[in-house]
């Protein structure tokens, strides 16, 4: 099965008029990527890749892939979907991997591996070889400009739809502000539910084990990504220091990252985003390395490709995803658990 084509498309969103916030930034709409591969016996793949902001980056993506990583996909065989990720990365070396090019590979990479559970007809989950048939997922539903009514009922919604666990946003100006929210959570969702809170990078690691040593108090389940990214040291006397586990990944590329991560013991729960960790190729080995260093595994965003993903990791505990769009929408829950996608590839059914 060779790759006929790939053909790639943008789209940018409106700007919301009241656009979502956490800590660091403001998420004012962006767009998204779409990637289609097409095969020489016309089977389609697809993929893609989403941005919360910077409206130029979908239009600068499209061309990216267009020009540079297409090309290098276009006649291959499209069942040796390592050795063309591999390609890719050889490919963008000169100007770097990271960033907006691993956002590319992620796309191509996604599509691939849906191109190749469609051509033998079953989800590409069952091509790994799985661990389970269903996970545990959580609903976030805490941004920042939320007022703390509409933050309860974001909350609320979430447990009726389903959901044993929920995730807000931290790192307000001060440390009261965040208790107060966080109190009137725990308060609308009750003892039972799962909180998890995220304060995206924003603060120093003095301020984190200050907040941490009062979120811990207040039951909170996880810290996640108090400091910056590539703060590494800070990350392991932070996972050290605290008896909150402390949850971080999102921001960091390739396995080699995420190996030196682990080696360092920065974290206790490990979150690969799929597009920039570099697609469901680089996360198989992501997930393999979190296996064999014992580190629990949430996704980072949802959507039926990371919960493929989560299905065959062998530490894997939580789903990420938003509030559903209906009673039909993604994730299937029940008992609180996403079960599998039924579809080909990574169709949702």
Partial sequence: MKVKEVRVSYQNRPHAAN???????TLTGGGS?????????????????????????????????EEILAPKVVGRDAEQIPA????????????????????????????????????????????WGAYRDRVPAYAMVGWSNWTIDQLRGQCAAAVEQ??????????APTLEEDVERIEAVRKEVGPDIKLMVDANQALTLTEALRRGHVFQELGVGWFEEPLRADDFEGYAELTQRLRLPIAAGENLYSARQFREFFERRCCDIVQPDL?????????RAIGALAGAFGVPYASHGGGPAALSLLLCVPTAIFLETGLRSSADGFPRLENGYALAPQGAGFEWE
């Fill in 19 to 25: 656009p979502i916030r956490d800590a660091l930034q």
């Fill in 33 to 65: 990527v779409s990637v289609e591969i097409e095969s020489d016996d016309g089977l389609v793949g697809r993929g893609g890749s989403s941005f919360g902001r910077i409206d130029g980056a979908p239009r600068t993506l499209a061309v990216l892939i």
């Fill in 84 to 127: 063309i990720i591999e390609s890719l990365k050889v490919e963008t070396e000169y100007h770097g991997t990271e960033g907006l090019a691993t956002f590319g590979i992620s796309a191509i990479d996604v599509a691939l591996w849906d191109l190749l559970g469609k051509a033998h007809g079953v989800p590409t989950y069952q091509l």
């Fill in 162 to 171: 389903g959901f044993h666990g929920v995730k807000m946003k931290v790192g």
């Fill in 275 to 283: 597009r920039r960790a570099g697609g469901p190729t680089e996360i």
